[in-house]
């Protein structure tokens, strides 16, 4: 059976710092795209950062150069450098990793929240 388990969500003020991980276990194929999506209260899912096995990534705009995405392929595990927190920051993180057969995986989420 597959997990994703992640870890280091938590509450940080305002322009502080937190890194997410997310560790994919269990999986038969090849992980391809990982990647950070997040949901606030009252919002629907969004993409937060995103990268390919080769080490592309894209961003959603609202978090460019503050928060990096980075990845292990060796132990199937993305990262997510999160910089210059902001209160609308605040969300439940979810990680998701795409087999290269198969449906998306998607983790637990962790709660991020971040305070004025």
């Known amino acids: 059976q597959v997990h994703l388990v992640e870890s280091g969500g938590g509450l940080v003020q305002a322009g502080g710092s937190l890194r997410l991980s997310c560790a994919v276990s269990g999986s038969r194929f090849s992980i391809t795209v990982m990647g950070w999506y997040r949901q606030a209260p009252g919002k629907q899912r969004e993409l937060v950062a995103g990268?390919?096995?080769?080490?592309?990534?894209n961003y959603a705009d609202s978090v460019k150069g503050r928060f990096t995405i980075s990845r292990d392929n060796a132990k199937n595990t993305v990262y997510l450098q999160m910089n210059s927190l902001k209160p609308e920051d605040t969300a439940v993180y979810y990680c998701?990793?795409?087999?290269?057969?198969?449906?998306?995986?998607w983790g637990q989420g962790t709660q991020v929240t971040v305070s004025s």
């Open positions: 990268i390919s096995r080769g080490g592309s990534t």
């Open positions: 998701n990793a795409d087999p290269l057969v198969g449906a998306r995986l």
